[in-house]
């Protein structure tokens, strides 16, 4: 173990750090910009305009790196990051925060980008599925931590703008300092989109929801937050909740996937995330602990659902075209993030805070619905010919450069593993 790890080290080190600040960022700007009385439509532009930019920061960025290396785009964007959040608390205006948090989506995607592509090119075939496994965890564990570290300070103080600028500024070190050579040029987005949807509709359409709805929970939980009075802290159990359910459910959803027809297992965390947000209505939020628990439900719902329609989307595709499929559902999923604030803040103004559940509970049925339809439409694929079901990290914000980690990308990995098993038998 210590032999996979030891290369790779210092860039799980600076994924750790970019995750605290971006798990401090994602809670503390909303309930920053709630305490400011801001209506929640335009708090909702805030994350439209994150999800649109670390988009468009997957998609141009490559572009960038090719044309000046990967330590300086790293670097500067970096730097850019801190100085986004810096600049929330130098401006406090909800039109220049909208700027700031596109700044910081374009730069994140693009770190994000650097780093895997490192991790990827240090990684052997053999190594790269401990690799993965470890950089998800990381990756969960940096976001809980930064979430944990808001109710420390005070949100309407600048402190924790400062904290979360100087964690992004610490993950520079470990990156900038390797003396590992670059990685090779970054994957670009590929895709199209009439043949993706004709490959698994079902995939597709979940993607778009999957977008949906983790956009509203990200960008407008802490908004719920404040708007029903619960402390900085018991949001943070409630956002720790949600990623501790999504956390625990993808092994044991993901296992059924691949033994009972994927569509079915879609219905049911569906089901279940649908009933999750609509009980929300039905509790009283003095009883917390019971909406933790439903919070961590929801969580079993959001997380595991976008990991399996990429391994749907996968079995009707060519061993070849992992990377290319799982990006093209990205994009699908980025511009469902770009929709999901804004018809929630909406939600939010017509239904009271509890919209945001009511949304996130129609998007819930409709994929279980289509999911039902789709069943009558296409048999499943034979299990000999399915891929492997895999984690997605969903709860962090993914680039193309995720895929090319995903050890599934490697053609052979799953006749690998198979010859494996039978010499072992």
Same mark, same amino acid.
């Given at each position: 173990?210590?032999?996979?790890? $030891? ?5 799980? =080190?600076? #994924? ?51 044309? =000046? ?21 130098? !401006? ?10 596109? !700044? ?6 693009? *770190? ?46 600048? /402190? ?15 990156? *900038? ?10 994957? #670009? =987005?590929?895709?199209?989109? %009439? ?20 956009? #509203? ?19 943070? /159990? ?20 691949? %033994? ?13 995330? $649908? ?34 329609? !990429? ?79 895999? !984690?997605?990290?969903?709860?962090? $914000? ?18 690998? /593993? ?8």
């Amino acid at each position: 173990m210590r032999a996979m790890i $030891s290369p790779v080290f210092a860039l799980l =080190v600076s #994924t750790l750090l970019m995750q605290i600040g971006g798990g401090m960022a994602g809670y503390l700007l909303p309930l920053r910009a709630a305490e400011e009385g801001w209506d929640t439509l335009l708090i909702s532009l805030f994350a439209a305009s994150f999800a649109m930019a670390f988009t468009l920061g997957c998609v141009v960025v490559p572009r960038i790196v090719f044309l =000046v290396g990967h330590i300086r785009v790293f670097s500067a964007l970096t730097a850019a990051m801190a100085i986004s959040l810096l600049l929330h608390s130098v !401006i406090v205006d909800p039109f220049a925060w909208a700027v700031f948090r596109g !700044i910081h989506g374009f730069a994140i995607a693009g *770190t994000y980008m650097v780093l895997e592509s490192w991790l990827n090119e240090k990684s052997t075939n053999e190594a790269r599925g401990t690799i993965f496994a470890i950089y998800m965890i990381m990756s969960t564990c940096g976001i809980m931590i930064g979430q944990f570290l808001v109710p420390l300070g005070d949100t309407s103080d600048t /402190i924790l703008f400062i904290v979360c600028a100087l964690a992004f500024l610490a993950s520079l070190f470990p990156t *900038t300092l390797t003396t590992a050579a670059s990685p090779n040029p970054l994957t #670009t =987005v590929r895709f199209d989109l %009439k043949a993706l949807f004709h490959r698994s509709p079902i995939a597709t359409v979940t993607a778009l929801f999957c977008g949906l709805v983790t956009g #509203t929970w990200f960008s407008l939980g802490p908004v719920f937050v404040t708007l029903r009075d619960i402390t900085t802290s018991d949001g943070a /159990i409630m956002l720790a909740s949600a990623m501790a359910g999504g956390t625990l459910g993808q092994f044991p959803f993901g296992v059924l996937s691949d %033994k009972i027809d994927r569509r079915i297992v879609m219905i049911i965390i569906s089901v279940l995330g $649908s009933l999750s947000c609509l009980a929300v209505y039905f509790i009283d939020l003095e009883s917390l602990n019971f909406f933790f628990v439903l919070m961590f439900f929801l969580g079993l719902a959001i997380f595991p659902l976008y990991s399996i329609a !990429i391994a749907h989307a996968n079995d009707f595709s060519a061993a070849d075209e992992f990377v290319e499929t799982s990006s093209g559902l990205l994009v699908i999923y980025g511009a469902g993030s770009v929709a999901g604030p804004i018809i929630g803040a909406f939600a939010m103004q017509g239904l009271g805070p509890e919209g945001m559940f009511a949304l996130m509970s129609i998007s819930f049925a409709i994929v279980a619905i289509y999911a039902a339809y789709r069943l009558q439409q296409r048999d499943q694929v034979p299990e000999e010919d399915r891929m492997d079901y895999g !984690i997605t990290p969903v709860g962090r $914000s993914l680039s193309p450069q995720t895929f090319e980690l995903d050890p599934r990308s490697d053609p052979e990995w799953g006749s690998e /593993i198979e010859e494996d098993t039978e010499t072992n038998q």
